[in-house]
């Protein structure tokens, strides 16, 4: 598994070869260095730390001992580290710059990342419940209604449906295929979870 880090900078549109048009979206992917190179025990696997976008003086991870782990490295201070596993380390060393060119036009990649938050909210929003009736005496509008447990068992069962908070959790779309790779951008047909400047992960 080769891992990328990345910022989703918005979504636009172009047309391909035969003249269709296309959703496109933008990730930027600048800035990701090797920070750590670790050996699992008892296996011969490895772990790869990445650290990716430069760290700005206002951050709070800004401490004594964050910003040491980079000077001990001789690297510019990272706001994000990621590690993934490897079986072979030939390829890399500490401070290797991993850039787009690990990647082709038309590859599949997953992209996993962190979706919008949207608060608390009921079931009509969260399950797509439908509404009770809208007259007047109804007093069911948009409640939650009945939660099918009577004096036996007395309690509700987990897992039932019921209203709470909706979005902010990781998710992972896979299969998407690489539009274009320009500079430090690559373009990925179709949308991906998560708000303008959030950190993805592309896994290939």
Do not use: W
């Amino acid at each position: 598994m080769i891992l990328l880090l990345g910022k989703k900078l918005g979504m636009t549109q172009l047309f391909d070869n035969n003249n269709n048009l296309i959703p496109i979206t933008i990730i930027e992917t600048k800035l990701n260095f090797i920070t750590n190179i670790k050996k699992l025990n008892k296996l011969n696997q490895f772990k790869i730390q990445i650290g990716f976008f430069e760290n700005f003086k206002n951050n709070k991870k800004n401490t004594k001992s964050y910003l040491g782990y980079f000077i001990k490295k001789k690297l510019i201070s990272l706001q994000y580290l990621k590690e993934f596993k490897v079986f072979n380390i030939n390829n890399y060393f500490i401070g290797k710059n991993i850039n787009n060119s690990i990647f082709n036009i038309n590859d599949k990649v997953n992209i996993t990342s962190k979706t919008i938050g949207k608060g608390f909210t009921g079931n009509i929003k969260k399950h797509h419940f439908k509404r009770g009736p809208e007259t007047h005496g109804s007093k069911h509008h948009r409640l939650q209604g009945s939660l099918g447990a009577g004096t036996t068992p007395g309690r509700v069962f987990p897992g039932k449906k019921m209203s709470g908070r909706l979005g902010n959790t990781i998710c992972t779309i896979k299969n998407l295929k690489i539009f274009d790779i320009k500079d430090n951008l690559i373009l990925i047909e179709g949308c991906i979870p998560g708000k303008n400047k959030q950190l993805i992960y592309i896994k290939k």
